[in-house]
């Protein structure tokens, strides 16, 4: 059947989704969105619509790598880190005109982390974190008037990242402290709900209409963490002498960029398939990049699957894992010229990502005067 290029246009919007670093999930790469909504259907608003909704993240990083390649036998021996994440974003996006919008995310997460090296290495055990990770704002602008433009356009946002999370959630260490007893340490930075820096977003939204089915989308996002560390200690210097220069956290920077392709069967669904490239850089744009980080990046094959209905969308992607990175960082690389000796830390990485996004759209529907009418009325 034929539909309306309005509504292609919107089915199109709903695959072409912008989750941040919601990225292919890794000890390197914490959970995190674009600011600016996170779905570019939600930032296609007239004047006063609102939507709202709910992202949902789940991964299991277990897979070691140094550099690019993949340490098997962390697995095979059981010294292998896992980590779970949940995480929800709460978001809202709010229709300024038919070209800017706003939104705000409030992110919660819940996380566990299991190991043998943070525990004495003799027995595994488990810490914990959760709570309301770091809440962003921001607006974003098309270029060109999507209600004239309805073959492609192109929006640019920034926003905020303000440190409403807890950066130093604590949980019980076991086998570290005097004589071998429990201690209460911060758990690791991949757990940590927030980061403890205010930051700046930058990100980008773009489609392209091929045909009256197929369209082209891309998006990405940069996250400027400009604090160089947040001053919660890591306890790595404990592990071993030459760790001393990673005793404290990092802020670090994180990025993600988007590019596929999506189609629509019908007027309520539709299916996309792209790639993705998520990253925690080596450096940070701006201030200093020492203290502890994992830097990591990972470049996945995105297929996802949509259903539309009047004011609902249902979304799931699921990234896949296709290459994956622990690339020497700023400590590694100093204690390699302190020692004389290679170093290149490891990070653990999952197969896959689960992304599940649910919104509702409430349109304007008050009745607006004939402009011609608006003077009388306004002197009554």
């Known amino acids: 059947m034929q539909l309306s290029k309005p509504v292609f246009l919107l089915f199109f919007l709903v695959f072409a989704?912008?989750?941040?670093?919601?990225?292919?999930?890794?000890?390197?790469?914490?959970?995190?969105?674009?600011c600016v909504g996170n779905n570019l259907e939600n930032n296609i608003l007239n004047t006063g619509d609102l939507q709202f909704g709910v992202n949902y993240r789940y991964f299991k990083s277990f897979r070691h790598f140094r550099g690019t390649e993949e340490e098997p036998d962390r697995v095979a021996n059981g010294t292998e880190v896992i980590n779970h994440s949940?995480?929800?974003?709460?978001?809202?996006?709010?229709?300024?005109?038919?070209?800017?919008y706003a939104a705000i995310t409030l992110p919660t997460v819940i996380n566990t982390r299991s190991s043998l090296y943070e525990h004495g290495r003799n027995e595994r055990n488990t810490t914990f974190s959760r709570g309301l990770a770091d809440i962003r704002l921001g607006v974003g602008y098309w270029i060109f008037d999507p209600a004239s433009h309805l073959k492609g356009n192109l929006a640019l946002g920034a926003g905020l990242k303000l440190p409403t999370g807890n950066y130093n959630a604590t949980d019980i260490f076991y086998n570290v402290g005097p004589e071998g007893s429990p201690e209460v340490r911060p758990v690791d930075q991949s757990i940590q709900p927030g980061d403890g820096g205010f930051g700046i977003t930058l990100d980008y939204q773009w489609y392209q209409q091929l045909s009256t089915s197929l369209f082209l989308y891309s998006g990405g996002f940069y996250l400027i963490n400009p604090r160089e560390t947040n001053e919660i200690r890591t306890f790595r210097e404990t592990l071993s002498p030459i760790l001393e220069n990673e005793a404290i956290m990092s802020v670090p920077d994180q990025y993600s960029v988007r590019l596929g392709s999506s189609y629509s069967f019908s007027d309520r669904f539709s299916a996309s398939l792209g790639g993705r490239f998520d990253a925690v850089p080596v450096k940070d744009l701006i201030g200093g990049s020492d203290g502890f980080r994992r830097p990591g990046n990972v470049l996945s094959i995105d297929p996802g699957i949509g259903y539309m209905f009047q004011g609902f969308s249902l979304n799931v992607n699921v990234p896949f894992a296709v290459r994956r990175e622990r690339p020497q960082s700023v400590t590694d690389r100093e204690t390699e010229i302190n020692t004389g000796n290679p170093r290149n830390g490891d990070a653990a990485f999952a197969d896959y990502v689960i992304n599940l996004s649910v919104a509702y759209r409430l349109g304007n529907n008050k009745v607006r005067l004939d402009p011609a009418l608006q003077d009388p009325f306004n002197n009554q």
Do not use: E, M, N
């Not at 989704?17 to 674009?34: D, E, K, L, T």
């Not at 949940?86 to 709010?94: E, Q």
């Open 17 to 34: 989704r912008q989750h941040g670093v919601s990225a292919q999930g890794c000890v390197a790469i914490r959970h995190f969105s674009s």
């Open 86 to 100: 949940h995480a929800w974003d709460f978001f809202l996006t709010y229709g300024l005109s038919s070209r800017w």
